[in-house]
């Protein structure tokens, strides 16, 4: 497969994301307000451990092992976790305000994309939990187009966006048994596979993606993979902090994670024992691999090295005091495009 000129990328600063879903917000209400797409997240945050969207993603399969394509399983609707209709009209225009309250209506709902947020893992008093958000990681070696049969999912030449050309698409959803994240969705009013397109309307115009500029903590990062002068570069390339989910599945992802650091945890007199961090490290090199053990020392070394006073050029691009400095030049302010089309 022919690599594109360029690719764009994602960096998510793990131990800053609060868990807010501003971000899915953002992209909910720019794209996936259309009919068959009520169901849709194409963009998510999960708690980790936790199972996720759709349920337990990561043991469906797909990807590459060797460079060989592994069978997947297709997801249902069910285990993304359909849209829930609430009684709306009872609460708010019944007259009952004070005694009705918010619950699902017809069936109950078994699952949903946030159903078991803020639970994640360990015990009292070790407890322990981390936000994963999650798009469609535009990947070097994309699964999904190597399933379609129909040739409907491309990789932009000119920055390696993935997108499915809905033309062509028939609806086979090999792609989402394909991709071992599980981030492709299927419209069931339109029939065709729809997902994340990396706000390239946007991106065109020099203007970051909505998930990365909406975020008020400033966990997105957002350029090219080879612009030296950005953080993306920085963090990937030359301070390697930031590693890809699961660089096991073998499609070489583009969206990259600053791994979070745990609090330590208590020993069994109720001390705090900095030995032993809260998140195991077994669970962490299950989601980033080997190389985030390597990475969290890094980033506690640069941490003390800015709590005395020195300079650390790491510690500056992740706390972003500018987030204009974010975003690789994609910082054009929306409000002065003259936008057209839906």
């Known amino acids: 497969m022919t690599k594109s000129d360029r690719q764009l990328a994602m960096v998510l600063d793990l131990n800053k994301c609060i868990g807010c879903h501003t971000c899915s917000i953002a992209c909910k209400r720019l794209w996936t307000r259309d009919e068959g797409m009520e169901y ?17 993603w990561q043991e469906m399969g797909g990807g590459f092992r060797d460079g060989q394509a592994l069978p997947g399983k297709l997801p249902t609707r069910g285990e993304f976790g359909d849209a829930w209709k609430f009684n709306h009209e009872e609460v708010f225009y019944g007259g009952k305000g004070e005694k009705a309250h918010l619950k699902p209506q017809g069936k109950d709902p078994h699952w949903g994309p946030n159903w078991d947020e803020d639970q994640g893992g360990g015990e009292y008093p070790n407890a322990y939990y981390f936000y994963l958000p999650r798009i469609c990681n535009h990947c070097t070696h994309p699964a999904c187009l190597e399933a379609c049969p129909r040739k409907a999912i491309e990789k932009r030449q000119q920055d390696g966006i993935v997108v499915i050309n809905e033309d062509r698409c028939r609806g086979y959803r090999f792609c989402m048994e394909a991709c071992p994240y599980k981030k492709i969705y299927f419209n069931h009013a339109e029939k065709v596979s729809q997902k994340c397109i990396f706000c390239f309307p946007r991106i065109e115009q020099g203007v970051a993606n909505a998930c990365a500029r909406q975020c008020p903590g400033r966990v997105r990062f957002v350029g090219y993979r080879d612009d030296q002068a950005a953080p993306i570069y920085k963090l990937v390339d030359k301070w390697k902090v930031a590693l890809p989910l699961h660089p096991d599945y073998g499609t070489e992802p583009n969206v990259f994670y600053v791994p979070p650091i745990a609090p330590p945890s208590f020993d069994e007199n109720g001390d705090l024992d900095p030995s032993k961090p809260r ?7 299950s989601l980033f691999g080997p190389e985030v053990l390597e990475v969290l020392e890094v980033l506690k070394a640069e941490m003390a090295k800015k709590r005395e006073g020195a300079e650390s050029e790491l510690m500056d691009l992740l706390i972003a005091y500018k987030w204009k400095e974010m975003f690789g030049g994609f910082d054009r302010d929306p409000a002065t495009i003259e936008w057209t089309g839906s």
């Open 40 to 56: 849709m997240w194409w963009n998510t945050v999960n708690t980790q451990p936790g199972r996720g969207t759709p349920r337990d």
């Open 279 to 285: 998140i195991p490290d077994e669970y962490l090199v």
